[in-house]
């Protein structure tokens, strides 16, 4: 399968929220796993399902870590996650998908806001959260896995 992702930069490097960083825009600063990370919102953007309908991704249920969703999500063949890790990025869990959220509320990076965009956290057999980022409503319940949303992935470096 796909590479782990291995990015790191260096605090002093850091350039300030909205501004150019690894391929994207630096979102903002954050600990994930006892680590300082610094999340990145890439240009890209793609659509797809999250998955199969009625169907659970075993290991894809973590509201703060969206690179490991995406991995257990492109084990179980999701096509979206494949994508994603391809572009050496990963789909954002529901954490990393507000902090994205705060940051275009703050006026620091832009997202389309007429179609929801899919996170990797999934809720359940038929139900994976998304995000509106017009509004900034975070749901999981409006129709199902198989159903076209859009994707915008995200990097997380290390900060040394």
Known sequence: MIQSLQYVVHASE???RGHPLAGGSFVTRYWLNGQ???LVLLDDEFQ???GEPS???????????????????AEGGSL???????????????LEGQMVMAAKAEGLVSLREDRWHW???QFSASYAYHLGYEGGCLDYYYLGKDIERLVRPVRSLLIC
């Open 48 to 50: 797809g399902v999250w």
């Open 80 to 94: 979206i996650a494949i994508k994603a890790l391809e572009l050496g990025a990963f789909i954002p869990s529901c």
């Open 14 to 16: 850091l350039p300030p």
């Open 55 to 73: 169907t659970m991704i075993e290991n894809a249920n973590s509201y703060s870590d969206g690179e490991a969703n995406t991995r257990a999500m």
């Open 119 to 121: 996170l990797s956290s």
């Open 36 to 38: 300082e990370r610094a």
